[in-house]
């Protein structure tokens, strides 16, 4: 990291990056290369470029036309060749992610209803406030046990949970890479990851259905994986770390459209990116070029400030920014401008009057 911020912890909770000097206006603070993980949703696979993210639409085209040769890697298409010859060096790894590309679609036509292999019964009956560090590992193991049975079939996934099978197949391709490819620890660090603030319990808390969920995705990801890549779920620790630091760590994939709403396309998890906290009232900007995502301050940052970007829209209202960071965030915001706009609608009892532009 550069001297100009340090990470250190804030006094609200987690850590968060200060600046140690005086930064002037539209600084580059951090430009992250590459993602460890990411996935297009599958139904822009065709539209998204899955080398530097470029959307067809933005250039008012229907589709990319460039694909791999043969049949391994279906499932990803090219702006143009240079992307499809950077991907196969940079992220096909021994042919590995487009092997396992054709193994997920494949094995997502196998799927058996009704929904979800077993997950223990004591489960449905539990509250937020008992689903426990101890709980949620005793579900695990019960999960692992079945998974682990050749006779279990490969649970039923939707869309979504499809999406999040190809993020973690993306991470443990990384790992992969990185454990066998020493150079690869110049860019890649998968102990870096695990640095990231872990939400899998908070997530749960918050939304009990999604243990099933995660434990399908783990099954799914146990049945289809190709046997070098096996040791990485023999237990479910590495997708769980993926799948804690997923939530709250990652990053949408938008279109650069200047017109009209934009698109989300997949997500992408850019782990030096991820120490920014979320203010009301940010004083750093995230642009994406290509597949490198670069954080700027919006302003001249004095030193000991905290450097913050912003998770949501702050156009919106005071409660609804709140709401919003609450229910899909998992927190309550802490910055300034919520404290200001709170203090004065509390004081006189109307409608908030926004304090930052
Ligand atoms: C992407 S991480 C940011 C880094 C994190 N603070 C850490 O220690 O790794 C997002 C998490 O930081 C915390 N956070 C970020 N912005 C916040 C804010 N404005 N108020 C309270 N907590 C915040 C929340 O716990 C949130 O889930």
Known sequence: ?????????????????????????????????????????????????????????????????????????????????????????????????????????????????????????????????????EVHDLAWKHAEKVYARSGTPIPCLDEMELDSVRFVVSAIVRRYFEDTTPLAHNTLSWSELLQLQDNEIMHIRSRPYMLDSHMRIYGFLCKVMLPILQPYVQSSEMVRAILGRDQGNVFGLWDMSTEGDSEMLGWSMYVSGSYFNHDCAPNVRKVRNNRALCFFTTRDVEAGEELCINYIDIKDKVLERRAELASNWYFDCACRRCEGELAHMNGANCEPVLTHG
């Open 1 to 133: 990291m550069d001297t100009v911020f340090c990470l250190r912890t804030t006094s609200y909770g987690g850590r968060g990056l200060f600046s140690t000097a005086r930064i002037l206006k539209d600084t580059l603070l951090i430009s992250c290369d590459a993602p460890y993980a990411t996935v297009i949703y599958r139904k822009f696979r065709k539209e998204v470029c899955a080398h530097c993210f470029a959307y067809a639409f933005d250039v008012r085209k229907n589709t990319w036309n460039v694909k791999l040769d043969g049949q391994a890697g279906n499932g990803v298409w090219f702006c143009k060749e240079e992307c499809r010859d950077a991907w196969v060096i940079e992220q096909n790894v021994g042919g590995l992610q487009g092997l396992m590309n054709a193994a997920v679609d494949k094995a997502a036509k196998c799927m058996k209803k009704p929904k979800g292999a077993p997950t223990p019964a004591f489960i449905d009956h539990l509250r937020p406030e008992d689903i426990t560090h």
